[in-house]
């Protein structure tokens, strides 16, 4: 029974909780769609899904906007990630701000801000009708493409650098003095070499488009989408069809399950180990090959950070209904704010500190168990952990909402529930980060420690969690991050009273009221940056070390 106390009962009670408010719910939609109108066992939502048009034609949509998406992502972010890695460009201090846009400029600011310059009433669509150039509609697959590959092709840009940064330029001057061109080294030894860390920062793209939520209903208007056509089934009028909507989420789920274990094996089969060698030299480039490197690599920075900017200065822009008039200011947007709509600023920041708060206890506890208390319970959880990641935010919404909307525990239209929604959609990367530096922690600290007199409990508290706390603060800042940006998840679940900033600008854009919804997104993207300035320039947090 000592052997049992404290770790073995605080793995137990993490793997409560987890089966409590991960697994159950999730197990929930699953059983659902197996579920006829009567409760009985039926395969016809499934045959529905399969004989009526519009739903396969969103699962072929689907699979084929994350295929895209991930790959032109690949171009970009490899491309990016090259020009960094081996040239000197005059602007490269800027690039180490790429990381940072995907945190400040949340995905529906990012949509919102594309739409006021080339939607229908964009400024540069306006621009062209106005000398009678017609400009192509930037709703469907065009925006959708265009803007997901801004928005994600950071995550195989730092992949891609940081596999680049350890290749052995050794290998590469082997292939070079075997009379090979450098254009065949770089497609027959560089690329296959950082190709499994390329393709694993590509499941995390495909993943996060397959079952994106904001920019697939912001700008995918006639383009049917698994995510979309889940979260409009699910909040329908007459209450959609239950079987439906687990359908869906069941389809959605499927899916990502199917392309994490095709990754899998694929990696498997081609994992390459550099030893240690000599990192490969930045070179200077000149004439129209340095103009070709700075320039694409500046033009991809420019666009990365342009929606901020479109932002911050649409929320001063005096507008009239859905039509903003460019270059006339005004603080009417903010002064409404003030008036009317301070109650949403507050229940973001109650809810997010909140969730916050209890992810980064809970993330930090399950890191230590599972790095350096690993026992009969660590595996399940471990599994458990991963199931997050295969659910889209939608579905973990509606999976909350019909898992504790009766029975012992009802938290279906409290505030809780949107606490624990928040808390959930990025805890396994919140384990991640608390967890990174605790491999390099000797065990023989803690043991020494405890050879003193010092109790287990304790020793945590006053030796290892001082150890912890640039994994801690990473962990604490992108779990603050990503809550406070959350949609997908609360959208679905969030009654009257419980708008949140995202909230209320995904129902501002849905308006077209593009002004008001600006100031709202300044605000949120201040509310985001306040704390990661903090910890980045004053506690020298390394938010992307792990």
């Not at 991960?22 to 039926?42: D, H, N, Q």
């Not at 000149?286 to 990365?304: D, E, M, N, T, Y």
């Not at 030796?463 to 912890?468: F, N, S």
Request: net charge positive.
């Amino acid at each position: 029974m000592n052997r049992f106390l404290p770790w073995g009962l605080l793995s137990l009670v993490s793997l409560v909780f987890l089966s409590v408010f991960v697994a159950y719910p999730i197990l929930g939609v699953l059983l659902r769609s197996f579920l006829g109108e009567t409760g009985g066992f039926s395969l016809n939502g499934f045959l529905i899904f399969l004989t009526k048009g519009q739903y396969l034609e969103a699962l072929f949509n689907s699979v084929l906007l994350g295929v895209t998406v991930t790959f032109t992502c690949s171009v970009v972010g490899v491309f990016l990630a090259f020009i960094v890695a081996r040239y000197e460009i005059p602007f490269g201090s800027i690039i180490f701000l790429l990381p940072l846009s995907i945190l400040i400029i949340p995905e529906l600011i990012s949509a919102q801000s594309w739409i006021m310059v080339l939607g229908n009433n964009g400024l540069v669509t306006n621009l062209f009708k106005a000398i009678g150039i017609p400009f192509p509609r930037f709703y469907g697959w065009l925006g959708l493409i265009y803007v997901m590959t801004l928005t994600f092709y950071v995550h195989i840009f730092l992949a891609a650098l940081a596999a680049l940064q350890g290749f052995d330029h050794n290998l590469e001057e082997a292939g070079l003095s075997l009379g090979t061109t450098p254009l065949k080294t770089y497609f027959k030894v560089v690329f296959p070499a950082i190709m499994p860390a390329v393709l694993s920062a590509g499941l995390i793209v495909f993943t996060l488009v397959v079952g994106n939520f904001a920019i697939s209903i912001t700008l995918g208007q006639r383009v049917p989408l698994l995510s979309v056509m889940t979260y409009r089934s699910f909040i329908s009028e007459l209450g959609g069809n239950p079987t439906m909507q687990s359908t869906l989420a069941t389809v959605s789920i499927l899916l990502v399950v199917a392309v994490l274990f095709l990754q899998k094996r694929y990696i498997s089969k081609r994992n390459y180990q550099m030893v240690a060698g000599r990192t490969p030299p930045r070179k200077k480039l000149k004439g129209w090959k340095s103009f070709l490197a700075s320039g694409g690599a500046g033009l991809i920075i420019v666009l990365s950070l342009l929606p901020a900017l479109v932002v911050l200065i649409g929320s001063f822009t005096y507008s009239r209904g859905p039509v903003m008039y460019w270059g006339e200011f005004t603080l009417s947007n903010y002064a409404r704010i003030w008036d009317f709509n301070m109650g949403v600023i507050f229940n973001s920041l109650k809810f997010a500190s909140l969730a916050s708060a209890l992810g980064v206890i809970f993330a930090t506890l399950v890191s230590y168990l599972l790095v350096k208390k690993r026992n009969v319970l660590s595996t399940s959880l471990d599994y458990l952990l991963l199931l997050p990641l295969t659910i889209s935010g939608t579905v973990l919404g509606i999976a909350l909402a019909h898992g504790f909307n009766s029975g012992p525990l009802v938290l279906t239209g409290t505030a809780g529930l949107m606490v624990l929604a928040m808390m959930l959609r990025r805890l396994p990367f919140g384990v991640r980060n608390a967890a990174s530096n605790l491999h390099s922690i000797s065990d023989s600290i803690e043991e020494a420690s405890v050879s003193l007199g010092v109790p287990p409990v304790r020793t945590v508290f006053n030796v290892v969690l001082p150890l912890m706390a640039p994994g801690i603060a990473a962990a604490a800042i992108l779990t603050w991050v990503t809550t406070v940006a959350e949609l997908s998840a609360s959208v679905v679940i969030y009654q009257a009273g419980q708008e949140t900033l995202p909230i209320q600008i995904f129902r501002l854009i849905s308006s077209d009221l593009m002004a008001r919804a600006s100031a709202f997104g300044v605000i949120n993207m201040l509310i985001i940056l306040v704390p990661v300035f903090f910890g980045i320039k004053v506690m020298k947090v390394k938010l992307f070390s792990s």
